[in-house]
C-alpha cells in the first residue's frame, strides 16, 4: 500500500459504482444496484466533495503510517 496509490481510485466513480455492484451481487442484492448507481450519478458532486475531504485526512494518516514503517526498518 506504501508503494501503490490504490486508495486514489476511489476517487473515481466509475470505480466506486463497480466495487458498489460487485459487492451487492455477492450480498444477493445486485437488483438493487442500478438504482443505487442512478444515485450516486444523481448525486456525485456531493460524494466528491464528502470523498475529497476524507481523503485528505485519510492519506495524511497514511503517508504517516508508511513513513513509520520506513523508519522501523
Not at 466509475?14 to 448525486?43: H, P, T, W
Not at 464528502?50 to 508508511?66: G, H, I, N, P
Request: glycine share 2%; with cysteine.
Amino acid at each position: 500500500m506504501c508503494r501503490t496509490d490504490l486508495l486514489a481510485r476511489y476517487s473515481q466513480l466509475e470505480v466506486v459504482e463497480d466495487i458498489m455492484l460487485r459487492i451487492l451481487e455477492r450480498l444477493k442484492f445486485a437488483d438493487s444496484g442500478y438504482d443505487l448507481a442512478r444515485r450516486l450519478r444523481q448525486n456525485e458532486a456531493e460524494f466528491r466533495d464528502d470523498f475529497e475531504s476524507y481523503f485528505r485526512d485519510l492519506k495524511a494518516v497514511t503517508q504517516a503510517w508508511c513513513e513509520d514503517k520506513r523508519n522501523a526498518t
